[in-house]
Each structure stands twice: as C-alpha cells, then as structure tokens.
C-alpha cells in the first residue's frame, strides 16, 4: 500500500538533506529503486513537517515521528496499517542510534499496538474465476506459435501463480542454477537467489518446483522451456537486482536485446496483462497478485495449508490467512493444480 497519493508525486521537490540522502543511497541496495523512492518521497514530507515544527529531522523523539503521522493520517485518511508502515518507513532514513531510540521508545510500541488493535479485517467472501484466462491463453495457442511478448507474459503468469512467486522473485531467478530434467516426468526447479525474505537473518537461495501438467498450454514447465529457447538460451550474466557484488543469469530478458535483463516492475506489467482477464465475483473485486491468487486457489483445491506456507516461504499459516488468503470461499478449483 502506498501512503502518498499518486496525484501528489508530480512536480514536487524532491531534494532531502544530505545526511539522509547518504544513508538512503546506503539502503538503496538492500531495498531496491522502487522502495527507495517511496522512502525518499515520505522523507521529502517528513523534512517540510519538521521545519514548521522546528524539529532536528535528524534527530526527533517518537512523540514527534507519532505527531507526524498522525498529522498525515488525518489529512490523507489513512488506514492503521498505513500508519504503521508510515512511522517505520520514517524511521527507516534515521540514523541508526536514533532509530533504535525511537523503536524502543513506549510511546512508539504503544502506538503500534494500538493501531493493529484499531485494525478490523474484512469477510474474504468474493470468489475469482480463472477459465477467462484460461480462454485467453487457449486462444492464443501453443507457445511455440506465440510472440514473444505474449509468450513473455504467459510464462511470467504461470510461474508466478503456480509457484506463489512476487514479480521481486522472478527477477531474481538463476537459470545457472536452476534445474530442468526433460523426461517423461521431468520436472523444473527454479533457484531464486537472495529473495525478500531471509532464513535466519541470512539472504539465501530459494528453490522452487514445478511439475509437468496434463494441459500443455497450461504447463508453467513447457513455458518456462519455450520461452528460453525463443530467448536463445542465453547465459550472460548481470548485477543482482538488489544484492551488491553479485551477479545471476536472469530468466526473463528484454524483447529486442536478450543480454539485458527486465526489471521486477515490468515483469509485474507482463503478469497484470494476464490477470486483468480473471473473472471476479462480485465484478468490484481487485484484480488480484498472483501470489496471493495461486496460493489461495491451491487452498480452495484442497492442498494442505502447510505445504501451501512452505511453498510460499511465508513465516506462519498466521501470515497467509490474514494477509495473503484472499478468499475464504470453499468451492474447490481445479486445472492448474490437477497434476
């Protein structure tokens, strides 16, 4: 969720002091570009709040990082989960030993506490329709008749659902590690280096299996093989999209030059063109995140919830019931988990 709305990013200075803009170039390889704009753009707000307040940006208390978000929130009607990513996003751009101030500062715990305890979750009663996109992928044909872009598209989709993967995931994708056994029962095993979750507090690589499906035009394995061999294959290697100092063979590459990788941005696009064609009941449903539809469809198909959270890497069923189920519909699908 993004706390600023859109109509407010255009024409805006963007200029922060320096102290924060080191420690923001500090962070940028841990967080990503994406992030750290939204960063750079709550600190922009943050900096034009202390100056009225006469508060060191620097250097403030939790009662003043509190004031300023709840100043905010009233101004922009923010939601309590809004608020607590705000006040540690905010908190995030500090110096270190402020930063740990404030978080253990009881008015900042109290705050947190509060606003989860304001928090009320919303029946999950809609319920998502995949044969439209089924259509659609069957009207398009085998993957090797397809363009490249609509082959792009259909595997980033597939493999996103199927393996309950963020966009940030297949970015981060090695085919020099991943493994592919061609055999009647051949199987694909994707390696993910250094995915946003960690094991441990250690970044690590995760490994993801895909099995062959009965349905050739629905198989995440045969599009994954199609779209490398459209893609030619190709092994050179380039930066890790948020790790310093470490380079990966990527998955997905651009159209017309396969030696440059895609962004995790843009991978999301090629899956949103899918998804957009997903039928929603009642039609006021959002158009869903992959991950989230292709771990609560295997759900509704009757996969244990464990194997669901393993898969997932998600910390506890806890985590994906409140915050990735996003139905609690119990009608069973289906084909994309039928084989």
């Known amino acids: 969720m993004e706390p600023w ?18 420690r923001l170039t500090a962070l940028l390889p841990v967080v990503g570009d994406r992030h750290a704009r939204r960063l750079r753009t709550l600190r922009v707000d943050f900096e034009a709040w202390s100056i009225r307040h006469e508060v060191d940006p620097d250097a403030p208390t939790a009662a003043d990082v509190v004031s300023f978000v709840e100043d905010f929130a009233e101004d922009r009607d923010w939601v309590p989960a ?14 270190v030993a402020v930063r740990a101030a404030i978080q253990q500062d009881p008015q900042y715990l109290e705050y947190h506490r509060t606003s989860r305890l304001a928090t009320v979750r919303p029946l999950k009663d809609g319920s998502y329709d ?14 090797d008749r397809l363009s490249l872009s609509k082959l792009t598209r259909k595997t980033a989709w597939l493999l996103a659902t199927v393996g309950f993967l963020r966009p940030s995931d297949l970015a981060r994708v090695n085919v020099a590690q991943c493994t592919d056994q061609d055999a009647p029962d051949g199987f694909l095993r994707l390696a993910i280096d250094a995915p946003k979750e960690k094991r441990h507090g250690t970044r690590y690589v995760r490994s993801v299996t895909f099995n062959l499906h009965a349905d050739p035009l629905l198989c995440p394995v045969r599009a994954y093989r199609a779209y490398r061999k459209a893609t030619g294959f190709s092994s050179t290697s380039v930066p890790h999209p948020v790790v310093a100092g470490r380079r990966i063979t990527p998955l997905f590459r651009m159209v017309i030059d396969h030696d440059r990788p895609v962004t995790a941005d843009t991978i999301r696009v090629y899956i949103c063109d899918v998804m957009r064609h997903i039928g929603r009941d009642p039609p006021s449903l959002a158009v869903p995140k992959a991950r989230a539809l292709g771990a609560t469809l295997a759900a509704q198909a009757g996969t244990p919830i464990a194997d669901i959270v393993a898969r ?6 806890d985590m994906f019931d409140h915050f990735y189920r996003i139905s609690s519909a119990t009608h069973r699908f289906h084909q994309l988990y039928s084989a």
């Not at 809004?82 to 110096?95: F, I, K």
């Not at 044969?131 to 085998?142: D, K, N």
Request: proline share 10%.
């Open 5 to 22: 709305p859109k109509r407010q990013r255009s024409n805006r200075n963007t200029a922060i002091s320096r102290p924060a803009e080191a």
């Open 82 to 95: 809004t608020c607590r990513a705000v006040l540690s996003q905010v908190c995030r751009v500090l110096p």
């Open 130 to 143: 995949l044969q439209p996109i089924f259509a659609l992928l069957r009207e398009w044909g085998p993957n």
């Open 312 to 317: 997932g890497a998600w910390s506890s069923q």
